[in-house]
C-alpha cells in the first residue's frame, strides 16, 4: 500500500493550485484540508478496483484524486459551526479554524468542482464516453439523492429517534455512495460490464458498512488521542448509531458478517483481488 | 424573451428533484433557492448564442439550466452570515433565513453537483466530447481560478484598497467567468470553431462589465424597493467598485463604451444576433 499512497500524494499535489495571486488564501485551504495525513481510503479502492479491469493506473490515480478532493471538500464542509461544529480533524485544527468560515466554505466548493475538471481531462481517460459516465456517477454519488442527502438526513438525527433502517439509508446515502462509486470507478475506467459494476458495488456497500459501524464503536470506545478527533460525540448528541441500536456486541458481529460476505462477493476475481478483500477484515481491527 | 424564459423554467422544474424522503428539506431548499424570480440572464445567453450556431434547442436548454444552477448555487453561499450575510434577495429571505445554514450550505453544494450531472446526460448534447467539454469549461469558470477566486478575493475587498486592476481582476472572476462561459457554451454545443468560441467569450466580458458596472451604479443611486435586496452595501462596507473608483458619470461613460465594444463584436452574425447585441444596451437602463 505504501507506494501507492505516494503515487495518490503526488497526483494530489499536481492536480491542486499552487497558492497564486490575490486570491492564493483559497488555494492555501484547498491544500491545507487535502494534506491532512488522510487514510486514502477511496483511493486505494479506485486503484484496487482498477487493477481487477486492466486499467491504465494513471488514470486511475487521477479518478482516484478526484474523488478524494470531492470526499476532502464534504469533510471541510460536515465541519463548520453550522453543521457538525467540529474544531479538530486528524488532530490538527478543521479547515475553518486554521482559516476563517468563508475561506472554508470556498475551499470546500473549489475542491468540488475541482473533483469534476480532474475528471473531464482527456489524461484521465482517453475516451469521452467513459470520463463522462465517471462524471455522471460522481455527480449522481455525491448528489442530492447520495452523499449531500445523507448528510441533511444526519443534521435531522440529533431530533429524531431513527430505528436500524433510517440508520442504514443515511450511511448508505452519507458515506457508502461515495464508496460504492470508488469501487466502481475501476470497472467503468476498465470498461467492464454491468454484473462486474454490481459486483463492485456490492463489495462497496457492504464494506462501507464495516467501516462505519467500525467508527461508531470507536466513537463509543476509543480515545481522542487514538483517533484525532473527539470521540463519543455522537453519544453526547444523542445521536442514534449502529451502535447505539444493537449494542457494542451486536454492531460488531454484524460488522464481522458484512465483513465475510464483502471479502466472498470478490473471490471470483483472485489473488488481484487480495488487498480489496483483506480490507474490510483489516477495518474490523483498525483502532483510528 | 418571454417563451424562452418560460422553457428555462420548465426545464428547471424537471432537472432538479421532487422534495421526497427523508431528506426532503434538502430539496426543498434547491428549489427555493431556484425558483426565486431571477432575471434568468446566464440562460438568455445560452439560448441565444446556441441559435447562432444552429444547436438544437432542447440541449441548449439543459445546458442553460446546468447554468443557473450553479449560479444559484453561488447565490446561496454568498449570501451565507460567514459570507456577505445577506437576509434579503430579490424581495425574499435568502435560502439561509428561510432554512437555516446548514440546510443552505447543503442546498448549494447540491446546486452545484447537479449541474455537472445535467451537463453529462446524453439528452444536453449527443456527443459525450461536447458534453465533456462543457463540463472542463464549467469546472474552470466556476472554480477555484474563476468564480470561486473572485468571491475570496471579494471577500478580502474591505480589508483592501483595491484599484481599478483588482477591482476588475475580481469581476472578471466573480461574474465574468460565468458569462463567458454562458456565451461560450453556446458555440461548444454548436462545435464552432475556436475564433467563434473567442469571440463569443470577448462579447460576454464586455457584457459582463456592463452589467456589473450598472449593479453597482445601483447600489449607490437605487432603492432597497426597486432592486429587491439591500443597497448601498458596498459604500457602507468600503468595498472598493468600478464607481467609487471612477465616480458615477466616468463609471457609466466606461459601461456605454464597453456596451457598444459588445454589440459590435458580433455585427457579423446578423439579425440572429440582434437580442444579444440588445442585451448591453438594454443594461445600461436597468433600474433592478
Redesign the interface.
Known amino acids: 500500500m505504501g507506494l501507492s499512497a505516494k503515487a495518490v500524494e503526488a497526483v494530489l499535489e499536481g492536480v491542486l493550485?499552487r497558492p497564486h495571486?490575490?486570491?492564493a488564501?483559497?488555494?492555501e485551504a484547498?491544500r491545507y484540508a487535502t494534506f491532512a495525513g488522510g487514510k486514502r481510503l477511496r483511493p486505494f479502492l479506485v486503484e484496487h478496483s482498477a487493477r481487477l479491469f486492466g486499467v491504465d493506473p494513471a488514470g486511475a490515480l487521477r479518478a482516484a484524486a478526484a474523488i478524494e478532493v470531492l470526499h476532502t471538500?464534504s469533510l471541510v464542509?460536515d465541519d463548520?459551526p453550522?453543521?457538525d461544529d467540529d474544531d479538530l480533524r486528524r488532530g490538527r485544527p478543521t479547515t475553518h479554524i486554521a482559516f476563517?468560515?468563508?475561506?472554508a466554505?470556498?475551499a470546500?466548493?473549489?475542491l468540488?468542482?475541482?473533483a469534476?475538471?480532474i475528471l473531464?481531462?482527456a489524461a484521465t481517460h482517453p475516451?469521452?464516453?467513459v470520463?463522462?459516465q465517471l462524471?455522471?456517477r460522481l455527480?449522481?454519488a455525491?448528489?442530492?439523492?447520495g452523499m449531500?442527502?445523507?448528510?441533511?438526513?444526519d443534521?435531522?438525527a440529533p431530533r429524531n429517534t431513527f430505528g436500524a433502517d433510517?440508520i442504514m439509508?443515511?450511511q448508505r446515502?452519507k458515506t457508502g455512495r461515495l464508496f460504492e462509486f470508488s469501487c466502481e470507478a475501476g470497472a467503468i475506467l476498465g470498461q467492464a460490464p454491468q454484473d462486474d459494476r454490481e459486483r463492485m458495488r456490492n463489495y462497496a456497500h457492504d464494506m462501507g458498512l464495516v467501516f462505519q459501524i467500525t467508527d461508531d464503536l470507536l466513537d463509543v470506545t476509543s480515545t481522542a488521542e487514538k483517533t484525532g478527533k473527539a470521540v463519543g460525540k455522537d453519544q453526547h448528541q444523542g445521536k442514534a448509531t449502529l451502535v447505539s441500536i444493537y449494542g457494542v456486541e451486536g454492531a460488531r458481529a454484524e460488522a464481522e458478517k458484512l465483513a465475510r460476505r464483502a471479502a466472498d462477493g470478490l473471490a471470483s476475481y483472485g489473488a488481484a483481488a487480495a488487498e480489496l478483500r483483506a480490507l474490510p477484515l483489516f477495518l474490523l481491527d483498525r483502532d483510528n
Not at 100 to 103: G, P
Not at 142 to 145: E, F, L, R, S, Y
Not at 148 to 153: A, Y
Open positions: 493550485p495571486g490575490l486570491h488564501r483559497l488555494h484547498m471538500y464542509h463548520l453550522c453543521m476563517d468560515e468563508a475561506t466554505v470556498l470546500g466548493d473549489a468540488l468542482t475541482i469534476f475538471e473531464s481531462h475516451s469521452a464516453e470520463r463522462v462524471i455522471a455527480a449522481e455525491a448528489g442530492h439523492d449531500i442527502g445523507g448528510q441533511m438526513i443534521m435531522q433510517e439509508l443515511l446515502l
